[in-house]
């Protein structure tokens, strides 16, 4: 066997425990090797039926951004609007993302209606492409945060808008807005832990059957 | 910074590389400390809104077993007639789960209705639950290849039917048939590019705009 160290695994968890949703980047550029290296992680991630519906778009229009920023504002002004009291007071602190400042951000979406892999695996359960875009965007994530690299992942969007603004095909789906560069901070406990939001559970409850 | 050193970079492009779903399991156990070390990649998975939709069930009871079975071979006969010709006659060779054998089999779901994290990020993409879900089971394969364990994604069940067997509350909805072991033989190549059904793309494309 082709093995994998303790020491190897024993990094792999401490980089699964430090690595972290990013929204406050520094602005400085990321340099291209890096990212290419980083991007990989995305052609290695598994797909249903090799099917690899993923499709990576990388925004750098100051027009598109702008437009993907204002769907962000818009859509959390809304979700402000939906808590009451402590719930808003706390959401209004909170800083989402950071697509103002990241110097790269990627629009990753799922090609519903790729013919790759001639739909297997996906019969019963076709939310199997999205999924395969999701293993992606983790895979890249953990590779990147390897790299020290931050990433955040913008979920406060109305799709529809997005892929209408990005004028993409009518069959792809936006599975994330990504915003990488390098972080301001680092932290083993999650911003919305800090903030007083959530807590991360200290343990994972598996039931037997 | 808490860096992670190039040598655990290229370890971890390694891990990807060669991580595959794998099907083709060795019948014995699998020790519980193992185990519970790949497990808690669950536990540190990114979630929208810090929600953990997540909910793992290990099914041992063999009637369950069974009747995940039987669902598996009704999907995939299934799935069998809607191929004609040379992809017919390819699709019924290949081994598309390993759940006659593996020795460890988890039902992983999300909890749609889930009031952790208190709706954020999930607002305009309820979906990010699911994803989120999906983000941990991709941290959990990584893991337990890492540990020489081999992990497959069973995705050809009817998820409705799996869900009436296994009597889970009414607002789980499946993401994963997880089969767990420690696998026949290694590879690089992925099984389905093997066997001459689909093959892995030599590069990830980016278009910028």
Chains 1, 2 share one sequence.
Not at 44 to 66: F, H, K
Not at 137 to 156: C, D, E, K, N
Request: charge should be negative; aromatic fraction near 8%; proline fraction near 5%.
């Amino acid at each position: 066997m082709q093995g994998f160290s303790p020491d190897f695994q024993s990094d792999l968890d401490r980089l699964m425990r430090w690595r972290r949703d990013v929204r406050r980047f520094r602005t400085d550029a990321v340099d291209e090797a890096t990212l290419a290296r980083c991007l990989e992680a995305i052609r290695l991630a598994p797909s249903v039926g090799l099917s690899e519906p993923w499709r990576v778009l990388r925004i750098e229009d100051p027009a598109l951004r702008q437009a993907a920023l204002d769907n962000f504002r818009a859509a959390n002004d809304a979700a402000l609007s939906g808590y009451d009291g402590d719930r808003a007071q706390t959401y209004a602190t909170l800083k989402l993302s950071g697509m103002a400042e990241a110097p790269v951000q990627l629009a990753v979406f799922c090609d519903e209606s790729t013919d790759k892999g001639a739909g297997l695996g996906a019969g019963t359960m076709p939310e199997m492409r999205r999924y395969s875009v999701v293993a992606a965007v983790t895979q890249f994530w953990l590779a990147a945060r390897a790299a020290g690299l931050g990433v955040g992942w913008v979920s406060i969007l109305d799709p529809d808008r997005l892929a209408r603004d990005l004028n993409v095909p009518p069959d792809w789906a936006l599975v994330a807005w990504l915003c990488v560069g390098w972080p301001e901070a680092e932290s083993e406990t999650p911003e919305l832990q800090q903030a007083g939001w959530e807590d991360r559970s200290d343990s994972l409850h598996i039931e037997v059957r």
